[in-house]
């Protein structure tokens, strides 16, 4: 049964300001997947406070969030059969020095903070981080 998913990802400030976005953009295109929707933004610290309020208890929540608003960033709705996890396959571990061949940390990502790209960790997430930049 197919099983047609959303989910949100991000091209973060260090992957954005290296000019990597098209080519991140083409690994997800290579991948099957289709880009919905997107938009190159900058956003407050505030925002990316409530972005990463899960995090709020970590030591490195205040750096995070710093970080996310640093400068432009790319913001994308990426659709695929069972797309939440088939991204977070394609991204690789969280720190770039874990992540495997192939993936856009491993290619990409500079360290654990500067990483490159998030992705929706579950479809419930999806809809909420969707919701979260694309609201209109
Ligand atoms: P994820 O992006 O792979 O889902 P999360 O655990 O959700 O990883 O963490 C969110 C972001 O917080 C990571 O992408 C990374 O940029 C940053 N981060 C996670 N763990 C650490 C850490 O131990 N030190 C610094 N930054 C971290
Ligand atoms: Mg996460």
């Known amino acids: 049964m ?5 989910t949100l990802s991000i091209i973060k400030p260090d992957a954005v300001d290296r000019n990597l976005d098209n080519e991140i953009k083409e690994m997800f295109k290579n ?9 190159k933004i900058q956003i407050e610290k505030s925002e990316a406070e409530k972005f990463y309020k899960v995090h709020e208890t970590k030591p490195f929540y205040n750096d995070l969030c710093a970080y996310l608003s640093s400068g432009p960033i790319v913001v994308m709705v990426l659709e695929k059969e069972n797309a939440v996890l ?5 991204m690789g571990a969280t720190n770039p020095n874990d992540a ?3 993936t856009i940390r491993k290619k990409y990502g500079i360290s ?6 998030h992705g929706s960790d579950s479809v419930e997430n999806a809809k909420i981080e969707i919701d979260f930049f694309f609201n209109d």
């Open 112 to 117: 654990i903070d500067k990483n490159s790209v």
């Open 100 to 102: 495997e061949e192939g």
């Open 2 to 6: 197919s099983n047609v998913e959303e």
């Open 31 to 39: 991948k099957g997947f289709s880009i919905l929707k997107e938009k």
């Open 86 to 90: 088939a991204n977070r396959e394609l």
